[in-house]
């Protein structure tokens, strides 16, 4: 297959977006489909990809504190109902086991949409005194919901994901920890992910089921939609009460705790590609790329040029993750085929280098070329991943300013709803139904009210009537 | 409570060891009981210990050439129907899900009992050429299996696991792979849990659902029941001419593939536990316990010490695995603490000892004392680790032959398998009758046909009719 007939597989962005975005999942070889429908098969450059952001947040997790556990994928039936909201928002997207065996189970077990219940149904065992608390738990698995339209890593039936439950002795102390679990997500989005969010708070509308306040970090994709990337809850001490979770404090006194939760996904993948990738293919920050550097030797046939590839690959794999190709694939087929899997460096090496004692390195994120002496390689290649990182970090941020709208009236509204896609920033008077009408108008839903709000006029932009807050609006995914 | 309250609470392992390994895994705080009936909490001690496994094995995968993947947690029964043993041995145990939301499902899902069906689908998919050969995947996840009676680590309903499929282009490929997998399981278990075990293959009627050839790692526990703890099965290509995998070998022939599977879980965990605990409590050995080495202060209130005792904690958390009680409870309860959770080494440090610039160190395997001078701290920790993973070894591996008995004939036979709890090792002939019948008489099953037969007699212990392998029997878990 040649460059170019890899290259022509992929749609572009330009001409159909959400096919470029399959294009890609698929040739860069992340996923498959399976003949279970709504379910994706991970492949192993995907999964590689989640092991890295598994292994860094978790590292970030574990410096706040937080310890792993794993609790049932099943939840009851009844356990699930104890807290009144959560199960009206989950129960039309769960997935019920009715069977073990061959016998009808006495009650039906859902297949975890996520666990509030169980950690909660733990919790009761083992917090009886305030020196239990607080409780800092994570765990890492998989959950399924019922979804009637996916995409890989979007939306799919079953995804991958972490899942924070926390349980604490005061209101302010779970307050405390949900915001600094947003601000972790916030900094692994930015400093691993290259990718800048804004940090705020759901509308009461946009509320995970059973919340009493939901953060959220939301990014903006290529296409102008935004991304719900990370979501922190705090859950006051509804849960808590529901399942008779109390301790005795200091005083002896039984008081009940406060609980929060907060969860990333593989949708930070989907994230990821729709953030930085182009025409070409993936394009991934060094941090979470599977492979930081490829060498490809140039007219490898020539006498000492493998030889010497293989001396160089030696070096650099001690300071990068790094891959050699010594195939019999010509360079072109080579180049495009670690452009489309997002490798952040090139590195060439042919009889010309290596008599100047030198190798190009060409940037994935720009495909800026720069000749590199072969003494210094070890300080060069860090620099450059560097620089591809704070790269696509700044092109993000520029393409976000870009295309980030002030609406001041209904009218501003609509027509950047219709004719600019992006962030629509926009002063709101705190009602349901300007929400409501603004979906139904505009097709734009709530994304968040920034923890930094700006003042852009005195009156919500839907009704008229005094504002409460700025909130970002967009259409998303 | 104090060191003797706590201890009190474990059942000996004389009086009843079933209870004692429950009062174990509950008093260390590996797990919890939950409100779904046969599946298990695991607590933030029993899966860092669970976290330890998978990172050293998950390198050993690595360095054999394998990659990790994500397959779907449901499989269409249509799908798990297509390999007829397969299908036969895992209908009466796997849990279906009906309904998705509020519909019932066209085709029921069951969760994945074991993935081999969907890692063919996959295969089917991906595998065109030889060139797309060999697939060595693996996955890391959790695994449903509607067992009637269950036990914490031992048997549950959902438990966590490992399963590596690969598919190869010829037979001889394929069985060295289960062969080589086989072996890496025996050195994990060996160099990292501390914990002998026989290899061998399974007899015909102990093979997995669908495989040719089961390979085994069994290992002897306390109360000298076998426990199976790792298996790797050669399938020869029966899954794969099931579900029409099929590639293009050099010559351009479409010839079908041969593939293989296998797995290791938390049942390791309870290997662990039944191998090296005693009526203190576990006993973990240091290269998959969460903490290696305790700091106790003793006389903390007394001037010098806390900060002594911190001083010494930073040093050796730089070459092992520390952690440092300053809480208030007295030095008797946190040796009993420690001992309980089976941290391999604690070190006391209290005024005398800074007088004469020295600390206690105690082995947990055996109780040894040693005074270790300050200066030299950072070289006898690793050492004294090292040497509690010896002594753990070789007191398993002694024990292990102390209960290893042969059996000449079936009077033999009888009388070991009622007085001599152990491994039983005896002559063949090779009839599935002979295996049926020692199971109802002796109420032993056949764990495996060793890699290193020996030739014990010429005669069947059962039926004396001439003998064709030598075997382990015993009682298992």
């Known amino acids: 297959m040649s460059k170019e007939k890899l290259v022509k597989e992929i749609t572009s962005m330009e001409d159909d977006f959400a096919q470029w975005y399959t294009d890609v999942v698929l040739k860069a070889e992340l996923i498959d489909y399976s003949s279970v429908k709504g379910c994706m098969i991970i492949r192993p450059y995907g999964y590689a990809i989640w092991e890295k952001i598994q292994h860094l947040m978790d590292a970030m997790f574990k410096e706040t504190g937080h310890e792993n556990v794993y609790m049932p994928l099943f939840i009851p039936e009844s356990l699930l109902q104890k807290e009144k909201d959560h199960i009206e928002g989950f129960a039309p997207e769960v997935a019920w086991v009715t069977k073990g065996g061959d016998e009808e189970l006495d009650e039906r077990l859902c297949v975890r949409p996520t666990s509030e219940t169980l950690f909660c149904d733990h919790f009761k065992n083992v917090v009886h005194s305030y020196r239990d608390l607080p409780k800092l738990y994570n765990q890492w698995c998989s959950v399924v919901r019922w979804e009637k339209t996916t995409r890989p890593f979007l939306r799919s039936r079953e995804f991958l994901w972490q899942e924070g439950h926390t349980l604490h002795a005061s209101a302010e102390e779970a307050k405390a920890e949900t915001e600094r679990m947003l601000n972790v997500y916030a900094q692994f989005a930015e400093e691993y992910l290259a990718m800048p969010v804004v940090k705020g708070v759901k509308t009461e509308k946009e509320r995970f089921a059973g919340a009493e306040a939901t953060y959220t970090i939301e990014a903006l994709m290529h296409d102008g939609k935004a991304l719900q990337s990370g979501t922190s809850h705090y859950f006051g001490n509804g849960f808590a009460r529901a399942f008779g979770i109390q301790f005795a404090d200091q005083e002896n006194n039984l008081v009940t705790p406060y609980e929060t939760s907060w969860g990333t996904t593989t949708r930070l993948i989907g994230a990821v590609i729709m953030t930085h990738g182009d025409d070409s293919g993936l394009v991934l920050p060094p941090a979470i790329a599977p492979i930081q550097v490829v060498v490809i030797p140039i007219a490898a046939h020539k006498p000492g040029v493998c030889e010497k590839a293989k001396e160089v690959y030696e070096r650099i794999a001690k300071v990068s993750r790094a891959r050699m190709d010594v195939s019999d694939n010509t ?84 027509d950047m709803a219709e004719h600019k896609p992006g962030f629509i920033r926009a002063m709101w008077c705190g009602e349901r139904a ?44």
């Open 331 to 414: 360079p072109g087929w080579k180049f495009a085929e670690y452009e489309m899997k997002g490798v952040p460096l090139r590195l060439e090496i042919g009889p010309r280098d290596i008599e100047n004692n030198q190798c190009v390195l060409v940037r994935r994120d720009n495909g800026e070329k720069t000749v590199v002496s072969l003494d210094e390689l070890e300080e060069r290649i860090p620099e450059l991943l560097k620089a591809v990182h704070d790269g696509l970090y700044e092109k993000a941020l520029a393409r976000r300013s870009a295309m980030t709208y002030d609406a001041h009236n209904m009218e501003e509204m609509m």
């Open 434 to 477: 300007c929400e409501d009408q603004l979906k139904e108008q505009a097709g734009v839903s709530s994304r968040c009210i920034p923890f930094e709000e700006e003042h852009l006029s005195d009156t919500c932009v839907c009704c008229g009537k005094p504002a409460k807050h700025m909130l970002y609006w967009g259409k998303a995914y």
